[in-house]
């Protein structure tokens, strides 16, 4: 994990929620999955890193029934349809947590990110205006979309893209 993210380019750390190149911050999502809070699928091609997908619910307990995605994929891997299976895959972790709806957030600007996940349902529920600021200090917009979980057989199943084609990938790790 630490080379692949050490390894990411500036512009790609700037949405960075928590300094994910950072062993501390490794081992506490570490410990996260250990406690069965977050769950998270790895892509790798040649024994490399090249992406990952997680899902994290909520401790909180009036919240407990939300999830959030986090997904990253590397530079060099995006717009091959990586993101969007890991995606996939990750959103049939829903039932195992008992999530109702899933988040994921986003700067304004992601916009490859944003098609991503509209393609594959989850719909735009509120713009935060200057809500994130950057390792730089900029404040920037955030975008939160969110999709019901369905109560179907296969929550993966049922996240089929919604129409053409999935875009390139983008971080949602902002």
């Known amino acids: 994990m630490l080379a692949f993210t050490q390894g990411l380019p500036e512009r790609d750390l700037l949405f960075l929620r928590h300094d994910i190149t950072d062993m501390q911050v490794i081992d506490d999502w570490l410990r996260a999955i250990e406690r069965d809070h977050t769950v998270t699928i790895l892509a790798e091609e040649d024994d490399k890193l ?5 899902l994290h619910r909520s401790p909180i307990l009036w919240t407990r029934h939300l999830g959030e995605i986090r997904m990253l994929v ?3 891997h995006r717009g091959k349809g990586i ?7 990750i959103f ?3 039932h195992d947590f008992k999530l109702q709806k899933v988040m994921v ?11 991503l996940f509209h393609h594959l ?5 509120a713009l935060l205006h200057d809500w994130a600021i950057d390792r730089n200090g900029r404040t920037h917009d955030l975008i939160v979309m969110s ?3 369905d109560d179907g057989e296969d929550s993966q199943a049922n996240m089929a893209v919604t129409e053409g084609n999935a875009p390139a990938e983008e971080s949602t790790e902002g």
Request: aromatic share 8%.
């Open 50 to 54: 090249i992406g990952y997908c997680s």
């Open 74 to 76: 590397g530079p060099n």
């Open 83 to 89: 993101g969007k299976s890991l995606v996939q895959q």
């Open 92 to 94: 049939g972790f829903t």
């Open 105 to 115: 957030k986003m700067m304004s600007t992601q916009r490859d990110a944003q098609t």
């Open 121 to 125: 349902g989850f719909i735009p529920e």
């Open 147 to 149: 999709r019901e979980v």
